[in-house]
């Protein structure tokens, strides 16, 4: 039997009640592409004449945009402990692409296929074994690939038991890999492997990032009386014309706008994110295209299932594995187990809640990421009311108190590149700063997330302001030791062509390798946001489904109010 559709040529039934599978992966695959039509986090402002005319009658901005250029900023330029830093995480290289671009010798999903290898020894799996899947990748002639540099993810899981872990893959760089998978659960487990790009499509990414790191614009309006004036800002501008420096005294951080012709420096009202601008080379969207080549399920040759069975007598729950990272955790019933020592509570109701949180003082510092915890807690806690501090909506800053128990829970922006919506150039903090105004202790959460808004630019920038929210947290804990210092990690998003070009999961997975060997060996817990999502059967999306989130959130609370063990 053969079943044509657009993702998948050929579909043997080899396992029985694979056609169940395949309808439920159809459908579940039109459902993610309907959700991918309006999922820009950052509602931007796509039309930034339309802004300008809510603050002043111009239609245009007095500077131009600058992008296609060449920018050469000295301070992307790092240190070389700083470099090494990159090196180690650094991507495999991608091939150079074919004039003019065709996808015959690109990596396809439909052609691609993945094998579950034999068990060592014995004939069974057990719990605490590893299962190994050998993923081939092909092209669209069908010819196995040659080289590495896909990026594939995977995951194991059981829907009916409501299990899920996050795979490992390894690249052998030659266009074979391997995805490595605990056995944590007893029962049914079926591997699921995508391939999010083509090792083409990162081949463009990153050229995009090197030549066009402005991609994204921003924008500040200045004012002053009856004059108000529009420019062009960004991390790095090409000096063509006088610039107004906001480089942050005490991080370092970077950030200029042209100067407005006719008003001075010191009048910036807001900040602002103009419509992305990628100029890709003819066809290279072609390489980026939902249920083609962008976040499709590569499938089995052969069975994609196993059966697990209990521990063997005298095996630990979790052999060591061979592949590391080891996943942070796993989903059974529905709720995030933590591999490693640490223990998940449940909190499943407010008075759990109010009661770890009773005379704690939780900041939030980051992007829509973390404030949707802040509004998760809202949602969750009768007693926990929001104060009006009259602050734009989704901008904040926001302040929640729980007067009788004595809760506060706050929320803000990191500063730029911050791209939702119109800000106030005031509410523009970097996080480092605000962390140095914390006096800190026992009674002080700190709960950081800060990726989604650096997609666009060289890995450096993000790199810089990682390092210094590093040192700031450093200072924290030596002056409070006490103080819980959480950082929720970065996750996979729903991709469209527009999403991929400036915040591919690509770009935000080496953000998330760069964050972990930041503040590797410090004393900060992680939300491990990218296990979570990616383990999860909830769709990828950039703000996480409220069981996502509910599991966040109890992962967080536990390492707030830790139980000893029953
Ligand atoms: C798993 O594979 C077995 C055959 O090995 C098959 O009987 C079963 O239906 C499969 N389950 C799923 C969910 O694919
Ligand atoms: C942007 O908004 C302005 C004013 O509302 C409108 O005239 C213009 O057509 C819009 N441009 C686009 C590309 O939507
Ligand atoms: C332009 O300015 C005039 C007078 O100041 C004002 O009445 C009008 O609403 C403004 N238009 C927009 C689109 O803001
Ligand atoms: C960029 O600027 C730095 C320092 O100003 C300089 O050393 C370097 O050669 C420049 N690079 C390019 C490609 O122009
Ligand atoms: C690719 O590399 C892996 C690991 O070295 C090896 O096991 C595999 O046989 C290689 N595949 C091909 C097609 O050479
Ligand atoms: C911007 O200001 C910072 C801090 O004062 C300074 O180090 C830097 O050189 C300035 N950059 C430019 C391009 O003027
Ligand atoms: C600056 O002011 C001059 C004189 O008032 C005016 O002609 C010019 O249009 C203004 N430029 C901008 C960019 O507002």
Not at 46 to 53: E, F, L, S
Not at 74 to 100: F, G, K, N
Not at 483 to 501: D, E, K, Q
């Amino acid at each position: 039997m053969e079943i044509r559709a657009g993702k998948w040529r050929k579909v043997s039934l080899f396992c029985p009640k694979y056609t169940a599978v395949f309808l439920f992966l159809v459908v579940f695959a039109v459902y993610f592409l309907q959700r991918n039509i309006n999922l820009l986090e950052t509602p931007a402002v796509a039309n930034v004449t339309a802004v300008h005319q809510l603050f002043q009658n111009k239609t245009t901005p007095t500077t131009p945009v600058p992008n296609r250029q060449h920018i050469n900023c000295s301070h992307h330029q790092l240190l070389p402990e700083e470099r090494r830093l990159l090196d180690s995480i650094a991507w495999p290289e991608t091939p150079r692409l074919p004039v003019p671009i065709s996808l015959k010798t690109t990596s396809d999903p439909a052609h691609s296929t993945f094998t579950i290898l034999p068990v060592r020894a014995g004939g069974q799996w057990h719990v605490g074994d590893e299962l190994e899947a050998l993923i081939q990748i092909r092209d669209f002639q069908g010819r196995p690939k040659h080289f590495g540099g896909d990026l594939v993810i995977a995951r194991l899981h059981d829907r009916t038991l409501g299990a899920g872990v996050a795979g490992r893959v390894v690249d052998h760089l030659n266009g074979s890999y391997t995805a490595v998978f605990p056995l944590l659960w007893e029962g049914r487990a079926q591997v699921e492997v995508t391939l999010v790009h083509p090792s083409e499509a990162i081949s463009v990414l990153h050229r995009l990032t090197m030549e066009q790191p402005n991609r994204l614009s921003y924008f500040s309006l200045f004012r002053s009386g009856s004059v108000s004036e529009t420019v062009a800002c960004n991390e790095c501008l090409p000096p063509t014309q006088p610039l107004c420096n906001y480089t942050d005294l005490h991080t370092g951080e970077p950030w200029f706008c042209y100067k407005p012709k006719n008003l001075s420096c010191d009048t910036r009202i807001t900040h602002f994110r103009g419509s992305p601008k990628h100029n890709l080379m003819a066809k290279e969207e072609t390489l980026f295209r939902s249920g083609v080549n962008m976040k499709v399920s590569i499938r089995a040759s052969g069975c994609n299932n196993i059966t697990v069975l209990p521990k063997e007598k005298g095996q630990p729950e979790v052999k060591s594995s061979t592949v590391k990272p080891e996943p942070a955790g796993y989903y059974y019933q529905g709720a995030w187990r933590a591999l490693g020592g640490a223990t998940v509570h449940q909190f499943n109701n407010p008075s759990a809640i109010s009661q770890c949180l009773t005379d704690k003082v939780v900041h939030m510092y980051g992007d829509s990421t973390i404030r949707q915890w802040f509004e998760y807690l809202n949602s969750v806690l009768p007693d926990l009311k929001e104060f009006n501090l009259h602050s734009a909506k989704r901008t904040g800053p926001f302040m929640s108190v729980d007067m009788a128990r004595n809760i506060l829970v706050k929320y803000r922006p990191h500063a730029p590149p911050l791209s939702w919506t119109v800000i106030p150039a005031n509410e523009l903090h970097y996080v480092a700063n605000e962390l140095d105004g914390i006096v800190g202790g026992s009674r002080t959460v700190v709960v950081l997330s800060v990726w989604a808004h650096f997609g666009s630019y060289p890995i450096e920038v993000y790199l810089r302001r990682l390092l210094s929210i590093r040192r700031a947290v450093l200072r924290l804990l030596d002056r409070a030791p006490d103080t819980l210092v959480v950082i929720r990690t970065a996750n996979l998003r729903a991709l469209t062509l527009g999403i991929a070009l400036t915040n591919s999961d690509w770009y935000t997975l080496q953000q998330d390798r760069a964050l972990r060997a930041v503040f590797k060996g410090l004393n900060v817990h992680l939300v491990d946001a990218w296990d979570m999502v990616l383990a999860h059967h909830l769709p990828h999306e950039i703000h996480p489904r409220p069981p996502i989130i509910k599991n966040m959130i109890d992962v967080l609370l536990s390492y707030i109010c830790p139980q000893e063990k029953a």
